[in-house]
């Protein structure tokens, strides 16, 4: 089983709707990272919230965590089509390397 | 700019046949990974480079392998290329290990098996 999840798997939205995916994870960490994969390309860091942090912004981004719930979300406000890409949280458990989970898929529709 | 650079973008080889995928970076980084990505699916981390220290995650085949000549260069050698090994392979960066450190990715190499 998976250190962390995204939900849901895919996300399809009209340009200018907010888009929010969810990121759940198994044991307990020192921060959550998401990160945005262009097709066929590699992934860009977005944001990093750290554990004793419940909230952080940046630009259209809003990134919550709630460690009690073991779950973080991401929240694109007034999306693009060019916010098309799939969005992954990265769980780090405590001392040990990345483990991303499967991804968000999501489509903006112009 | 500095950047993660992987050569070729894409690389098609043959059942068995060693091949070997290369990566290099400006960005002066300590840290070199090496993620293998299949479709629809999560990056999965194969093994990492800390300088000179070489870190295998427990469940890589052996198949793989991995060579740091210098701190700009980190190649992933496949000895024999089976059809599952067909996958994206992505390099990244980081100024150090551990979770606090943001990674940079390459474009990455998409390989195929024939």
């Known amino acids: 089983s998976q250190q962390g999840e995204e939900d849901p798997q895919a996300l399809s939205i009209q340009e200018g709707e907010n888009a929010t995916m969810n990121c759940s994870y198994k044991?307990?960490?020192?921060?959550l990272q998401w990160y945005r994969q262009n097709s066929g390309r590699g992934l860009v860091h977005l944001i990093l919230i750290r554990s004793n942090e419940r909230e952080k912004h940046s630009g259209r981004l809003r990134v919550t965590l709630d460690t009690s719930k073991k779950s973080s979300s991401l929240l694109i406000t007034a999306s693009r089509a060019a916010d098309t890409a799939s969005y992954f949280c990265a769980t780090p458990p405590r001392g040990q390397n990345f483990v991303f989970g499967p991804g968000t898929r999501l489509s903006v529709l112009p | 700019d500095a950047m993660v650079i992987q050569n070729p973008r894409y690389q098609v080889t043959q059942f068995g046949k060693p091949v070997t995928l290369s990566c290099s970076q400006t960005l002066n980084h300590n840290v070199m990974y090496w993620y293998q990505q299949k479709s629809s699916q999560a990056p999965k981390l194969l093994f990492h480079y800390y300088d000179k220290d070489f870190n295998n995650e427990a469940d890589t085949p052996d198949n793989f392998q991995s060579r740091r000549p210098n701190t700009s260069f980190c190649f992933l050698d496949i000895r024999s290329p089976g059809l599952g090994d067909a996958a994206m392979y992505l390099c990244?960066?980081?100024?150090?290990?551990?979770?606090?450190?943001?990674?940079?990715f390459g474009p990455g190499t998409r390989l195929t098996v024939l």
């Open positions: 044991t307990s960490i020192n921060n």
């Open positions: 990244a960066t980081s100024t150090g290990q551990g979770s606090y450190n943001e990674q940079f």
